[in-house]
Every structure is written in structure tokens, then in C-alpha cells.
């Protein structure tokens, strides 16, 4: 059964130190979801890990305007007074490089943004759930405004 987020939020933001990490698709939407990611974290002493996964034809050229993409996210979520780092890995399974980012960086919260009108490249329910069970830490759907809003 799904916890109510507020009570995980409210837990995070204490003066201790927390992790949150956050599945970005690169898009301008997902800046709302990097916001709220730096929200939750808190400066100055919270983190933030972006993660994001590239791939598909053109994969070079893809990697690198990709990983400009992802630098400037990290930069805005630092420019608010965030430590954030960013990971970029090819695409594949994207919850084990969630799960794995997670586990490495001991995050508090992970939290993936979703578009609800956008069909394609939206993540299946059977990925979620893969993920929710394999996290070690609470898991927590964004809803993102969509594209046509920026």
C-alpha cells in the first residue's frame, strides 16, 4: 500500500543531512522535478543526484548533448545552493541504474517525474513497481507539467 509523501517530506527535511535523488528525462519539465528534488534536499547540507539514461541511433552525439543537458540541470539545482552530481548511463535496464545510484549514494527519496499526457517514453507500471520493490529508499511519483506549458 502506498505511504502518503508528505510524512516522507516532512522526515527528509530536518536539519540532517539528505539525499534525494532524481530520474530526469532531460526535458524542460523535468526542471519542476529537479526544483522539487532541491526543495526536498535542502541547502546547505542536502544532495542531489541526478540520473538520466541516453541511447538509440547517433549514440555519440547523443551522449554528449545529453550530458550538456544533464551539466546544466546540475548546475541550476547547485545554483540554488544544492550539492548536486549528475549520472549519465546508456540506456538499459533504467531502474537497476536507479537502484544502484540509490544504494551507492545511501539516498533518502527517489523520485521519478512522469508526464500523464505524454504516451511515449513514459515509464510501464511493471518498471515502477520494479523499482519500488528494489529500492532501498521510499520511491515517489512527480507529476511534471507537460511540454507545451514551457
Not at 534536499?41 to 545529453?66: D, K, Q
Not at 517514453?121 to 520494479?130: Q, W
Request: hydrophobic share 40%.
Amino acid at each position: 500500500m502506498a505511504q502518503p509523501l508528505l510524512p516522507v517530506v516532512q522526515a527528509l527535511m530536518n536539519p540532517m543531512t539528505s539525499t534525494v535523488l532524481a530520474v530526469t528525462d532531460l526535458t524542460s519539465a523535468s526542471y519542476k522535478l529537479v526544483g522539487f528534488a532541491t526543495m526536498v534536499a535542502g541547502p546547505p547540507h542536502g544532495e542531489v543526484i541526478l540520473v538520466s539514461t541516453y541511447g538509440g541511433r547517433g549514440i555519440e552525439s547523443r551522449f554528449r548533448r545529453e550530458g550538456q543537458l544533464l551539466e546544466r540541470q546540475r548546475q541550476w539545482c547547485a545554483d540554488r545552493g544544492v550539492r548536486c552530481r549528475a549520472e549519465l548511463y546508456e540506456d538499459g535496464v533504467w531502474q537497476e541504474f536507479v537502484v544502484q545510484s540509490a544504494r551507492r549514494s545511501q539516498a533518502d527519496l527517489i523520485l521519478v517525474g512522469v508526464q500523464l499526457l505524454i504516451g511515449n517514453g513514459e515509464f510501464s507500471p511493471g518498471e515502477m513497481r520494479e523499482l519500488a520493490q528494489n529500492a532501498p529508499c521510499p520511491v515517489s511519483v512527480v507529476r511534471l507539467p507537460s511540454l507545451s506549458v514551457f
